[in-house]
């Protein structure tokens, strides 16, 4: 599959497209009005650099990509099978699809966008690895300037995966974590909520090292409309 490196200047797209790869570090990616979807993993994995200038359209992630841009416009959708990590931000929308993966952040980190919407059999990979260094530096934190739009259900319940690191960001128990205290953490922040219930999601504790007693549950602290 097609290559596309981005140094300097500008890519520009000429109707939807599908590549296996996009290195992008410097310059401006320009989607117009298109999908540019990417295919890529392991070694062909895609990545978008922190100097990179993302504007219009849409990137549709089928494959994975580190998405790292500090300026952006384009909508970002995590398709199935897809997974979108790094700690970018774009005015755009984020979805994320049935299968399809947010591993936001940079163990752990935050990831900035315009609105989201978390579909039934979506993932939000959540990572942990201080109980006190706070949203964004302690665990992953998704930043939603504007709507969130929880579009799951009870039968399709849009799954947050539970993940502890030690501090070296290791897969393992989290330092100080008491079975039998009770703890709470914001792992997003928005202006709205829509869809709101606790029941339209579950929880994946398979890569959680530590023993707790109890159970996770989701709240949150505005209106749902």
């Not at 163990?107 to 939000?124: E, H, I, K, Q, R």
């Not at 929880?150 to 008491?178: M, Q």
């Not at 829509?194 to 994946?204: E, I, L, Q, R, Y």
């Amino acid at each position: 599959g097609a290559t596309a490196n981005v140094t300097s200047g500008t890519l520009s797209t000429g109707g939807n497209e599908t590549i296996t790869k996009l290195n992008a570090i410097g310059g401006t990616v320009n989607l117009t009005d298109d999908t540019l979807t990417l295919t890529g993993t392991g070694g062909n994995a895609s990545s978008v650099g922190t100097s990179v200038t993302v504007t219009g359209g849409t990137i549709s992630v089928a494959g994975v990509l580190d998405y790292e841009a500090t300026s952006g416009s384009s909508a970002l959708t995590i398709a199935s099978g897809g997974t979108l990590t790094g700690a970018g931000t774009t005015t755009g929308k984020l979805t994320v699809q049935s299968g399809g993966n947010l591993a936001l952040g940079n163990s752990p980190g935050t990831m900035s966008v315009g609105s989201a919407d978390w579909l039934g059999g979506g993932t939000y990979s959540w990572e942990i690895n201080s109980l006190t260094g706070g949203a964004g530096d302690g665990w992953d934190l998704l930043d939603v300037n504007g709507l969130l739009d929880i579009k799951s259900t009870e039968a399709s319940p849009f799954v947050i995966a539970l993940i502890s690191l030690t501090s070296e960001n290791a897969a393992g128990p989290l330092a100080g974590f008491d079975a039998n205290s009770n703890y709470s953490f914001a792992i997003a922040y928005f202006d709205s909520i829509s869809g709101f219930a606790s029941n339209k999601f579950a929880f994946d504790t398979s890569a959680f090292g530590s023993a707790f007693n109890g159970s996770w549950s989701l709240m949150t602290s505005l209106d749902t409309g």
